[in-house]
């Protein structure tokens, strides 16, 4: 079966720029999650998405962030203005059913440069 | 809050070393537990896991028991392979939930 897909795979923006960052889970894959890696850390949670629901968004700064997954499949999430502080790598992960007996596979990520 | 904590990096051994990168949690239910890796330039794969106290999770000859009295899931292998070499994330998440709560990585590096 084929992965996560994620692009763009590295993207430079100034500050201020918008950007934005698609992901196409796994087929079938009725949960889809947006995590943030900064430099030696661990992904830590930006949203989880249950089909088109937003389930959990606790974590995602929403000045400057959105996310949307339209029809359940697909989704984008936009950063807006960028700021320096948001260089880092995006990941996106998908799974079926939660909880835990179904693990999350992860794209390769997007990496972003702020300058 | 529900946490990880791993053994500071990086690790260098050579090929055929013993393996163990530490792994304890604080949680305030009860967790399942998760080692995944992440090979140079692909993205992060489970490596293995266990849901309960005292069950061991196994894969690629790697190994890690779920030890509730120490709130520990040590990672370890008996003889590292060069291939062996990557980022190590612990992970837990609490049923209920929902959320998949990683260490900050460990790098491990095998020399031949």
């Known amino acids: 079966e084929a992965g996560v897909v994620q692009s763009p795979r590295y993207k430079i923006i100034e500050k201020k720029q918008p950007v934005a960052f698609w992901c196409n889970p796994i087929s079938g894959h009725n949960t889809l999650y947006w995590y943030r890696q900064n430099l030696g850390q661990g992904p830590e949670l930006l949203i989880r998405y249950e089909n088109e629901e937003a389930v959990d968004d606790s974590q995602l700064p929403k000045d400057r962030f959105s996310a949307e997954r339209l029809k359940g499949v697909d989704s984008t999430l936009k950063i807006q203005p960028a700021e320096l502080g948001d260089s880092a790598v995006y990941l996106c992960a998908s799974s079926l059913v939660w909880p835990g007996n179904s693990p999350l596979h992860f794209g390769n990520g997007t990496r972003l440069t702020v300058t | 809050g529900d946490s990880v904590t791993q053994m500071e990096g990086p690790v260098t051994l050579s090929e055929e070393a013993f393996l163990t990168i530490n792994c304890t949690y604080t949680a305030t239910g009860y967790p399942s537990l998760f080692w995944y890796v992440q090979y140079p330039g692909e993205g992060l794969q489970l490596l293995l896991k266990a849901t309960k106290a005292d069950d061991k999770g196994s894969n690629k000859g790697f190994e890690a028991t779920y030890r509730k009295e120490t709130t520990s899931f040590h990672l370890e292998k008996g003889s590292v392979q060069v291939s062996d070499s990557a980022v190590y994330f612990c992970?837990?998440?609490?049923?209920?939930?929902?959320?998949?709560?990683f260490g900050q990585g460990t790098r491990l590096t095998i020399n031949p």
């Open positions: 992970a837990l998440v609490i049923q209920g939930a929902q959320k998949l709560v």
